[in-house]
T-cell receptor
Framework: ETGVTQTPRHLVMGMTNKKSLKCEQH?????MYWYKQSAKKPLELMFVYSLEERVENNSVPSRFSPECPNSSHLFLHLHTLQPEDSALYLC?????????????FGQGTRLTVV | DQQVKQNSPSLSVQEGRISILNCDYTNSMFDYFLWYKKYPAEGPTFLIS?????DKNEDGRFTVFLNKSAKHLSLHIVPSQPGDSAVYFCAASENNDMRFGAGTRLTVKP
């Protein structure tokens, strides 16, 4: 138990569906992240939120839309995805600020696009 | 643009021996380095870290070495145990922008 919870754990969606991934942290952290892990590839940083403001978007396609309503919650809204978007999506949080600290990860959502 | 590289996708070690996992990075602005361990169906869990002002950090059986001039870090596990079998990710960070390598699968044989 890392203090970061992701739901759902598994998701299968069609290319025309709209779905959302949810992440919640109870660690009092100020920064939250979405990462994508595809098979045999490095974890790819998708979005970074610090104090609920998006500070980085690593050229992610617009079919992925993040939302951070408060410092404890992070969403990833999905629409018109492609089969190549099938991957493990990991949420993480950290204390943020200027001091580097470790990030704590959720267990991930295994997404399959059919 | 892969800024953090783990060139060995897998490593097999006998129980009791030393495991050495390697990582290289290209961005000289990285100032904080971490190792994570990942079991199947779980998210990565933090293992050990090192700041760029140090060249070694030790925590029990785990030691991380940093060679800034070579842009190289390594994780030593000694003695290795079967429970250490997992995928190990190297990460490098600048202002909380954390980049990961592709991981090395460590298998420790009894």
């Amino acid at each position: 138990e890392t203090g970061v919870t992701q739901t759902p754990r598994h998701l299968v969606m069609g290319m025309t569906n709209k779905k959302s991934l949810k992440c919640e942290q109870h660690l009092g952290h100020n920064a939250m992240y979405w990462y994508k892990q595809s098979a045999k590839k490095p974890l790819e940083l998708m979005f970074v939120y610090s104090l609920e403001e998006r500070v980085e978007n690593n050229s992610v396609p617009s079919r992925f839309s993040p939302e951070c309503p408060n410092s404890s919650h992070l969403f990833l809204h999905l629409h018109t995805l492609q089969p190549e978007d099938s991957a493990l999506y990991l949420c993480a949080s950290s204390r943020g600020g200027t001091m580097n600290t470790e990030a704590f990860f959720g267990q991930g959502t295994r997404l399959t696009v059919v | 643009d892969q800024q953090v590289k783990q060139n060995s996708p897998s490593l097999s070690v006998q129980e009791g021996r030393i495991s050495i996992l390697n990582c290289d990075y290209t961005n000289s602005m990285f100032d904080y380095f971490l190792w994570y361990k990942k079991y199947p169906a779980e998210g990565p869990t933090f293992l050990i870290s090192i700041s760029s002002i140090k060249d070694k950090n030790e925590d029990g059986r785990f030691t991380v070495f940093l060679n800034k001039s070579a842009k190289h870090l390594s994780l030593h596990i000694v003695p290795s145990q079967p429970g250490d079998s997992a995928v190990y990710f190297c990460a490098a960070s600048e202002n909380n922008d954390m980049r990961f390598g592709a991981g090395t699968r460590l298998t420790v044989k009894p």
